[in-house]
């Protein structure tokens, strides 16, 4: 199993530019989760999702959008990068099953390394 | 609101030596989980221990050890006989539900350098 992997690895945008982060997951996963870490600081979330078709606002939700329309992706939209989301984005997912979602470990991706200029 | 504080920013050993990592949380739930990760140099987050607020038995796994005290909120994380391997960034992390689904509130990170 690859666990769960993040296309790309790397990107830089200029100020404006619309670009999306994929996530995906082949641990038939229920949840997943957008993360960014920025230096100094602990990761912060930024949405998330129960299951196919769900997904709610995290902590820091302004600038992003997300859609999960498939299990085992998801993904993560900048619609007018900004040179404040320059960040390191982790997905994350874990599964549901003690039937308490606080309960079950998150299992992250390698990151993606956003540079907004 | 949960919160969770590493107050060491940074801590800087030579190999073989005993390092602790402090992590002190803050929450109003009386059943929580508290996590453990480990970030190297490679940036990847890779998973430790995960701990419930009604077990409050310490754990030892190789190398690494955890203390949970929940009468002073806090779960701290020893590495006995470091090697240059365990240099990496430690975070600790508290498990909060939410109406649909949970979050990680996580500790700034403690920065551990092993040096031969």
Redesign the interface.
């Known amino acids: 199993n690859a666990g769960v992997t993040q296309t790309p690895k790397f990107r830089v945008l200029k100020t404006g530019q619309s670009m999306t982060l994929l996530c995906a997951q082949d641990m038939n996963h229920e949840?997943m989760?957008w993360?960014r870490q920025d230096p100094?600081?602990?990761?912060?979330?930024i949405h998330?999702?129960?299951g196919e078709g769900?997904t709610?606002k995290?902590?820091v939700p302004d600038g992003y959008n997300v859609s999960r329309l498939k299990k085992q992706n998801f993904l993560l939209g900048l619609e007018s990068a900004a040179p404040s989301q320059t960040s390191?984005y982790?997905c994350?997912s874990?599964p549901l099953t003690s039937g308490?979602?606080?309960?079950?470990?998150?299992?992250?991706?390698?990151?993606t390394?956003l540079t907004v200029l | 609101a949960q919160k969770?504080t590493q107050a060491q920013?940074e801590i800087s050993v030579v190999e073989k030596e005993d390092v602790t990592l402090d992590c002190v949380y803050e929450t109003r739930d009386t059943?929580?989980?508290l996590?453990w990760?480990k970030q190297p140099p490679?940036?990847?987050?890779v998973?430790l221990i995960?701990r419930?607020s009604f077990d409050e038995q310490n754990e030892i796994s190789g190398r690494y050890s955890w203390n949970f005290q929940k009468s002073t909120s806090s779960f701290n994380f020893t590495i006995t006989a470091s090697q240059v391997v365990d240099s990496a960034v430690y975070?600790c992390?508290l498990?909060?539900?939410?109406a649909?689904?949970?979050?990680?509130?996580?500790?700034?990170?403690t920065r551990v350098l092993v040096k031969p």
Do not use: C, I, W
């Open positions: 949840y989760y993360y100094g600081m602990g990761l912060r979330l998330y999702s129960v769900t709610a995290g902590e390191v982790f994350a874990s308490l979602p606080h309960a079950d470990t998150q299992y992250f991706g390698p990151g390394r | 969770v920013t059943t929580y989980y996590f990760y490679s940036g990847e987050l998973f995960r419930n975070f992390a498990s909060e539900l939410l649909a689904g949970n979050k990680l509130t996580f500790g700034g990170g």
